[in-house]
């Protein structure tokens, strides 16, 4: 099997990794995508169940992502396809194997490809988004904030075209997710149970 294909299919499967479910049915033997949102992600954890267990999800969620760009720089492939292999986690994370197709939103794990893409302009990033949070918590404006900082210095940086684009790409298609999962999360508030079936 040619190298490109091995780390893609390794970096769809590590984004499949169903962290949210794997942890909230440990900790309290619940599915989480019964709960809240049914957004299979830390938000909707910290939510339901708390903060502790939020935090295993969103770092292992973040990580996963980092670790499959990671994978596809040591396997030394070129930037285009390291940025592939960023898109394949995000997608295993939104549509993942291991818990039939239904996944969250990718934020989390898209942030942790562009850590190992554009290491300091994500890091600079994600820490404006941590001091607006503690100043605003507001979540959504905070990451808003520390998204748009991050492209613009990774932009002031010079970044490779594709980086920047494939960063881009990622980041939009977060918002796309959450309207692709209305139609389950109506089914949850409604009680109905058939969105996990």
Known sequence: MPTVILVLLIAYLLGSIPTALIVTRRVAGVDIRELGDGNMGARNVSRTLGARPA????????????????LAQQAGLETHWQVGAAF??????????????RGGQGLGTTLGTLLALAPVPAALGMALYGAAFLLTRLSDLSASLGIVAMLLLMWHEQQPAVVLLGALGMILFVPLKTRLDKPRRDLISSGDHRAVA
Do not use: E, I, M, Y
């Open 55 to 70: 935090v295993v999800v969103g770092l292992v969620d973040f990580f996963k992502g980092t670790a499959a760009v990671l």
């Open 88 to 101: 394949a986690a995000a997608l295993g994370h939104d549509f993942p194997l291991f818990a039939g197709f």
